[in-house]
């Protein structure tokens, strides 16, 4: 016997996740391949989705109403197979190491750990990291490199300059005979944070005898979600510019007789306003 994962399925190129609407089978359930096992609903459409194995619904993951993200596991089916390729346990596998390279892998990874975190504001770019990643250059004796960037930064030329000195034994000094002195750190500036304004208070709605209150589906409060985000996001701003048409129109109802003699087509307004557009 072997179990294995039913993951929500990717139904659009745009659709991240999905609503689950409703199970088909229980759990407990004998299910064949390809059978329809829920149905869940998207932005854009509402459909089944079938079993890829056919066994026994072991155990049902996603509730009704759950919203589930795209390739996340929402069953586990127990198959008739020998082995689990879903959920199966990693294999460790053992790697030989030959004498001498264990202290050099563990100092490696000491460094790279200690790189993840830096211990000041000093910003370092991504490149200088990668390069004292592969040159064994911990955080500590980063930061005593002096930088020639803006606001003190670590370039390339000069931690490739300090590793062209740290090779020949003297990663003490530059090639220019410098000691090289702890950078002073930058200052990290904390934004003050924004006033708090408080949210407003949804009014009580008043019921009157005989008035009926319906929940909105799912649709509706998806409608309802788009609107507000509409609001939210886009600039709502409407601006106006006149412009005196006088000669335009006078020049077009003199030539589109001609002109739809000629080329077969209206001559409108449009194809000068585009032009004008374009041109300013």
């Known amino acids: ?6 993951l929500m399925p990717k139904m659009g190129e745009s659709i991240m996740e999905a609503t689950v609407l409703t199970w088909l089978k229980s759990e407990g359930d004998t299910i064949e391949q390809d059978e329809s ?9 509402d459909t089944e989705v079938p079993s890829t194995h056919g066994g026994v619904l072991t155990q049902i993951l996603a509730q009704d109403g759950d919203v589930v993200p795209v390739g996340a596991p929402i069953a586990i089916i127990t198959t008739e197979g020998e082995e689990d390729s879903t959920t199966s346990a990693p294999v460790k596998e053992t790697v030989s190491t030959p004498a001498g390279q264990p202290v050099a892998a563990k100092a490696a990874a000491t460094i790279t750990a200690t790189l993840e975190k830096p211990v000041s504001g000093r910003f370092y770019s991504p490149l200088v990291m990668n390069i004292a990643r592969e040159e064994a250059i911990d955080m500590a004796e980063l930061e005593r490199i002096p930088g020639t960037g803006k606001e003190g930064r670590v370039t390339k030329k000069d931690i490739l300059a300090y590793v062209a000195t740290r090779t020949n034994g003297n990663s003490a000094n530059l090639g220019n005979g410098a000691i090289v002195a702890p950078s002073t750190p930058v200052p990290v500036t904390t934004p003050s944070p924004a006033p708090v304004v408080p949210a407003p208070k949804p009014q009580p709605v008043s019921v009157s005898a005989g008035d009926e209150i319906i929940e909105m589906d799912r649709m509706r409060k998806m409608i309802a979600g788009r609107m507000v985000d509409s609001k939210r996001i886009s600039p709502h701003v409407t601006s106006f510019v006149e412009a005196d048409m006088t000669g335009i129109v006078n020049w077009r109802n003199k030539i589109k007789k001609n002109f739809e003699a000629q080329e077969g087509e209206k001559m409108t307004f449009t194809p000068i306003i585009m032009e004008a557009v374009v041109k300013a």
Request: aromatic share 0%.
């Open 1 to 6: 016997m072997a179990s294995v994962e039913l």
């Open 37 to 45: 096992v829920l149905e869940v609903a998207t932005d854009k459409v």
